[in-house]
């Protein structure tokens, strides 16, 4: 029957090339050596702050002030657990704001109760409902530190995480921005989270590794973001007034943020000119330039994912709308990059569009025209290639189910959520709903 097969298989590739064996060839070995040269690249990530340890150890520090932000909303179950692992962080010399954009839960009251006394901790209760970036703005307004960390109200950090990106941030002056690592907080409580853990591990330790050789980390993720001062300050009233299509647009909080890091000296001097007025232009004025961007893998930061379907569509809806404005804005730009890494972020930009189509119609191609072996073979061997990445990246994980099943639901079912999100761009509205873990 394994013999039948394989001959089977050869007589479909036979028929399948029929005279173009050079093109698919040649197709193939351009894919090979693009994956080939990206997994090269991968193993030149050295984490940030290992080379601030070995470089900074002879030099004095000055242990900067960091203000950590976090804005919060109906997140009464999350929220505690968020701002007491900003008091428990190893780096002392800080202050903390928490911004509640007016909570219609228990979230208030449950602040003032954990943390009202707390002269550690500085709460802004605001009177109405006005979005994460406004929210954040005031909060940043009123700030001192010389280095900002925000986090998200569902997460938390590592104790030294913040000692860790300061360590950096002082070992290396031309580093604007840097994000830390994710996990799942939540990553045991079904097989859902399990691969959702395995997503997040792929995205940081393969995108954000990437890109961080050169330097061009174009996204500086919501659980664990840090930026210089005078990276940033100056265009926050862009940040918190984005529009797209003539409407404020409430999502791609941190896409825009690390693209005022990653290019400055292009934006730059269009926002200082529009938002001349607002006191974070005209109270400190930083030079623009464009900064180096950085991810440190040791920084950790958990948070707490979808535990159903919906909750994660709801979630990729979310993100791929951030994603589709991200396109007119840090791909306006990115192409002033490095070439690998520029190359990287249009050509996954075309695979998010073009991917879904592609599969569904070779699968179709392949069921109609009778190449059954062939099918069976292209997903034994899509299965194995999962499997193989999943152990490049999560050596522990020896569970082979979650890659495969996490792949192909990803690739399958949510890469299709990018065209219902371009459709319903103009719906801007997201809830979620945070459950208590266990």
């Given at each position: 029957?394994?013999?039948?097969?394989?001959?089977?298989?050869?007589?479909?590739?036979?028929?399948?090339?029929?005279?173009s064996?050079?093109?698919?060839?040649?197709?193939?070995?351009?894919?090979?050596?693009?994956?080939?040269?990206?997994?090269?690249?991968?193993?030149?990530?050295?984490?940030?702050?290992?080379?601030?340890?070995?470089?900074?150890k002879?030099?004095?520090?000055?242990?900067?002030?960091?203000?950590?932000?976090?804005?919060?909303r109906?997140?009464?179950?999350?929220i505690?657990?968020?701002?007491?692992s900003?008091?428990?962080?190893?780096?002392?010399?800080?202050?903390?704001?928490?911004?509640?954009?007016?909570?219609?839960?228990?979230?208030?009251?449950?602040?003032?109760?954990?943390?009202?006394?707390?002269?550690?901790?500085?709460?802004?209760?605001?009177?109405?409902?006005?979005?994460?970036?406004?929210?954040?703005?005031?909060?940043?307004?009123?700030?001192?530190?010389?280095?900002?960390?925000?986090?998200d109200?569902d997460?938390?950090?590592?104790?030294?995480?913040?000692?860790?990106?300061?360590?950096?941030?002082?070992?290396?002056?031309?580093?604007?921005?840097?994000?830390?690592?994710?996990?799942?907080?939540?990553?045991?409580?079904?097989?859902?989270?399990?691969?959702?853990?395995?997503?997040?591990?792929?995205?940081?330790?393969?995108?954000?590794?990437?890109?961080?050789?050169?330097?061009?980390?174009?996204?500086?993720?919501?659980?664990l973001?840090?930026?210089?001062?005078?990276?940033?300050?100056?265009?926050?009233?862009?940040?918190e007034?984005?529009?797209?299509?003539?409407?404020?647009?409430?999502?791609?909080?941190?896409?825009?943020?690390?693209?005022?890091?990653?290019?400055?000296?292009?934006?730059?001097?269009?926002?200082?000119?529009?938002?001349?007025?607002?006191?974070?232009v005209?109270?400190?004025?930083?030079?623009?330039r464009?900064?180096?961007?950085?991810?440190?893998?040791?920084?950790?930061?958990?948070?707490?994912?979808?535990?159903?379907?919906?909750?994660?569509?709801?979630?990729?809806?979310?993100?791929?709308?951030?994603?589709?404005?991200?396109?007119?804005?840090?791909?306006?730009?990115?192409?002033?990059?490095?070439?690998?890494?520029a190359?990287?972020?249009?050509?996954?930009?075309i695979?998010?569009f073009?991917?879904?189509?592609?599969?569904?119609?070779?699968?179709?191609?392949?069921?109609?025209?009778?190449?059954?072996?062939?099918?069976?073979?292209?997903?034994?061997?899509?299965?194995?290639?999962?499997?193989?990445?999943?152990?490049?990246?999560v050596?522990?994980?020896?569970?082979?189910?979650?890659?495969?099943?996490?792949?192909?639901?990803y690739?399958?079912?949510?890469?299709?959520?990018?065209?219902?999100?371009?459709?319903?761009?103009?719906?801007?509205?997201?809830?979620?709903?945070?459950?208590?873990?266990?």
């Amino acid at each position: 029957m394994g013999i039948t097969f394989f001959e089977n298989l050869i007589s479909d590739v036979e028929r399948l090339t029929n005279g173009s064996e050079n093109l698919i060839l040649g197709i193939c070995f351009l894919i090979i050596f693009l994956v080939s040269s990206f997994l090269i690249i991968i193993r030149r990530y050295v984490d940030p702050y290992e080379i601030a340890t070995a470089e900074g150890k002879s030099k004095k520090e000055k242990m900067p002030l960091v203000s950590f932000f976090v804005a919060v909303r109906n997140d009464e179950v999350a929220i505690v657990d968020c701002v007491k692992s900003m008091l428990k962080q190893t780096y002392r010399n800080r202050e903390i704001f928490v911004i509640d954009d007016y909570s219609e839960d228990n979230t208030s009251t449950i602040l003032k109760k954990e943390f009202g006394e707390n002269p550690d901790v500085n709460i802004i209760y605001l009177k109405e409902n006005v979005g994460k970036k406004r929210a954040l703005a005031k909060a940043i307004q009123l700030s001192k530190g010389e280095l900002f960390a925000f986090t998200d109200s569902d997460s938390v950090w590592e104790k030294d995480a913040i000692e860790r990106v300061v360590a950096i941030f002082e070992n290396e002056p031309d580093v604007g921005a840097i994000s830390g690592h994710c996990n799942a907080k939540n990553a045991n409580t079904n097989f859902l989270t399990k691969i959702q853990n395995t997503w997040y591990e792929k995205q940081y330790r393969l995108r954000k590794g990437f890109e961080s050789v050169f330097r061009s980390v174009s996204c500086v993720s919501g659980p664990l973001a840090c930026y210089r001062r005078k990276a940033v300050y100056n265009y926050i009233p862009g940040w918190e007034n984005d529009q797209f299509l003539g409407r404020e647009f409430k999502f791609a909080t941190d896409r825009i943020m690390t693209g005022f890091a990653l290019s400055g000296s292009q934006i730059g001097p269009r926002l200082k000119k529009q938002y001349s007025n607002s006191s974070f232009v005209k109270d400190e004025n930083y030079p623009d330039r464009d900064w180096d961007v950085l991810y440190c893998n040791s920084a950790k930061a958990w948070t707490i994912v979808p535990d159903t379907i919906g909750g994660i569509i709801s979630q990729k809806i979310r993100w791929n709308k951030s994603f589709i404005r991200n396109l007119f804005f840090t791909g306006t730009f990115y192409w002033r990059k490095p070439f690998p890494v520029a190359l990287y972020y249009y050509l996954q930009i075309i695979f998010v569009f073009a991917y879904p189509l592609l599969i569904t119609a070779l699968i179709g191609f392949l069921i109609f025209n009778g190449y059954s072996e062939l099918l069976v073979f292209s997903l034994a061997l899509y299965g194995l290639i999962s499997i193989l990445m999943n152990s490049f990246v999560v050596s522990s994980n020896t569970n082979y189910l979650e890659p495969i099943f996490g792949s192909l639901m990803y690739h399958l079912i949510f890469q299709w959520l990018i065209f219902y999100s371009m459709i319903t761009i103009n719906n801007r509205d997201w809830k979620r709903e945070i459950k208590k873990e266990g």
